[in-house]
């Protein structure tokens, strides 16, 4: 049965149990918030699609997504399966390739948001996501760049969604795919600050946020990577555990903000009710949540 969306007003503004959800959930939420209103954000496949529709429904309606494969302000109401979907073509002002959405709006500075993942970050939010090692000789090699540099050194800002272990939070990174805000001086032979080698138009372009299974981060004037909030029931301790480096937890916030209802009845009714990016069992929400919801969430 489909859902009415006007139910949701009926949703009581709280905060669930972390019992009621997953991580996945907890996740996509936390990367909505990350949207501003006037926003035109680059969707990558995955949590980061379903936090931008999320982020649309709730904060910032007037948020324009701009997907890879040449979807321009579509309107998808239920998730697609990837950036190539038709489902994001649904009202969208403009279809192309990766011509339009590299080159137009990408190269043209017009990004201000961009959503990534990656194999390892480091201290300054540099991504690899090539090789492990040496790069002639190495331990491991990885899928590769793709779309990765161009997003994290052309939209305004990024956001990474990462996995937390120690061997992807690392002080400097064996390979550089996607520079955060320091890089290697090539003719210095140092690492240096972004704003003294890219050129004016891309200086102040970089990394604002990650956002792992455990904990936000975010990166100060220095652009070193700093501990926001954690995730219930994660301590510092515990993040630093996962971090080879020593994290700067003096501007730590507290606990990162629960999901609340109305958030999760969002992704769960509207936005993925084919539990493509969220799991297929989910743990059931309180008794009168699961009522405005028609018997099951």
Not at 147 to 164: E, S
Not at 270 to 297: H, Q, V
Request: charged content about 25%.
């Amino acid at each position: 049965m489909t859902f009415d969306i006007s139910r949701l007003d009926l949703i009581p503004d709280e905060e669930a149990d972390p019992k009621e959800y997953t991580l996945n959930e907890f996740l996509a939420i936390a990367a909505a918030r990350e949207v501003k209103n006037d926003d035109i954000v680059f969707a990558g496949t995955g949590l980061p699609m379903v936090g931008i529709l999320a982020a649309q429904f709730l904060y910032a309606p007037k948020a324009v997504v701009v997907y890879e494969a040449g979807m321009f302000d579509g309107k998808a109401v239920h998730i697609p399966a990837s950036v190539g979907d038709q489902r994001a073509a649904y009202m969208a002002s403009q279809l192309g390739g990766l011509t339009e959405t590299f080159g137009f709006y990408l190269q043209r500075g017009l990004v201000t948001l961009g959503f990534l993942g990656g194999a390892a970050i480091d201290k300054y939010g540099g991504i690899n996501c090539t090789v492990i090692g040496d790069y002639h000789s190495p331990s491991r090699r990885l899928p590769g760049g793709g779309g990765n540099p161009d997003i994290g050194t052309l939209a305004k800002r990024t956001v990474f969604i990462m996995v937390q272990e120690k061997r992807r939070f690392v002080e400097r990174n064996s390979y550089t795919t996607t520079p955060g805000w320091q890089v290697w001086d090539i003719e210095r032979e140092t690492w240096v600050p972004k704003r003294e080698v890219y050129p004016k138009q891309y200086a102040n372009n970089g990394p604002s946020a990650v956002i792992s299974n455990m904990a936000v981060f975010r990166f100060d004037d220095k652009g070193e990577m700093y501990l926001d909030t954690t995730h219930p029931g994660v301590t510092i301790e515990d993040v630093q555990k996962e971090c080879d480096f020593e994290l700067n937890v003096g501007m730590h916030k507290g606990v990162t903000k629960k999901p609340k209802y109305k958030e999760l009845v969002l992704l769960r009714k509207i936005i993925d009710p084919g539990r493509l990016f969220i799991p297929a069992k989910l743990p059931k929400l309180r008794d009168d949540i699961e009522e405005i919801c028609g018997g099951t969430c």
